[in-house]
């Protein structure tokens, strides 16, 4: 977790000079088009996928990190919150965290950061982007592949998401019954916006999670599903309306 130290410079009859401070992005307000990708671990019949199972809802929060990276954040993530916010979110969809006297049936990590994330829309092609030419080169190879491409507004959606992200991921496995097992991956849900160089992730995190947190262990048909949202800029409760009636004297 990194913190920000504040410097205070104390002189004897002397003025530190004011320093402009930075201006903050803010999400405000702002419509967020939020990406949500999702894996859930399929039961394998022989050469078929017997389809996605339901896993339990009873967790351990393993951990929460900065996934690594070149570029770093406008802003680095309060992670404190960070937990809270996801620990909301799950309690809102049935997720129950452990006490000490329960096993959990998973365990959860939670990666945030900035990147390039694989093309959702490309999972059926093989891309090729090391070529001496400095181009993407797409082959299909399957026809689900060639049945997507025919679909209406597809490139918009390629290049969108082609483009660097903002995320956060959950990713769910199978708690270790015994010492040195391996990990065992049950599902994990990717939420995504863009503009990571104007953007502070603090302030788009409670959009991202409300929005992704539907499609916790759930499996969606589509490459991705985009959830328009706009994050608010305050709470108005309005309580019960009196109507007063002008009177005029005569």
Same mark, same amino acid.
């Given at each position: ?8 410079? /104390?002189?004897?009859?002397? =003025? ?25 671990? !399929?039961?394998?019949?022989?050469? $078929?996928? +017997? ?14 990190? *900065? ?7 406008? $802003?680095?993530?309060? *992670?404190?919150?960070?937990? $809270?916010?996801?620990?909301? *979110?799950?309690?809102?969809? +049935?997720?129950?965290?452990?006490? =000490? ?7 959860? &990590? ?18 090729? *982007?090391?070529?001496? @030419?400095? &181009? ?7 026809? =689900?592949?060639?049945?997507? !491409? ?17 995320? /956060?991921?959950?990713? =769910? ?7 040195? @097992? ?31 947190? +539907? ?11 985009? /959830? ?23």
């Amino acid at each position: 977790m990194k913190f920000s130290r504040t410097w205070l410079a /104390i002189g004897l009859g002397l =003025a530190a000079p004011a320093v402009p401070a930075a201006e903050m992005p803010t999400d405000a307000g702002v419509p967020l088009s939020i990406d949500i990708r999702t894996s859930v671990d !399929q039961r394998w019949r022989g050469f $078929r996928k +017997g389809g996605a199972v339901a896993h339990g809802k009873r967790y351990l929060l393993a951990s929460v990190k *900065e996934a690594a990276g070149a570029v770093p954040l406008v $802003r680095p993530v309060n *992670e404190g919150e960070l937990l $809270r916010l996801v620990r909301g *979110e799950l309690g809102k969809h +049935g997720f129950q965290e452990i006490t =000490a006297a329960q096993k959990p049936e998973i365990v959860l &990590t939670v990666n945030y950061g900035r990147g390039f994330l694989r093309n959702p829309h490309l999972e059926d092609a093989m891309v090729d *982007e090391t070529n001496s @030419e400095n &181009t993407t080169i797409v082959t299909i190879t399957s026809l =689900a592949q060639l049945m997507r !491409q025919r679909e209406a507004n597809f490139e918009e959606k390629v290049q969108k998401a082609q483009f660097e992200k903002l995320f /956060i991921t959950v990713t =769910a496995w199978k708690y270790p019954e015994a010492r040195g @097992e391996k990990p065992y991956f049950f599902w994990r849900t990717v939420m995504a916006v863009d503009n990571p160089d104007g953007r502070d992730l603090n302030l788009a995190l409670p959009a991202m999670l409300a929005a992704g947190a +539907g499609y916790f262990d759930r499996e969606i048909k589509d490459p991705e599903v985009t /959830i328009n949202s706009t994050l608010p800029t305050g709470t108005v409760k309005l309580g019960p309306l009196d109507v007063i009636e002008e009177r005029t004297g005569k």
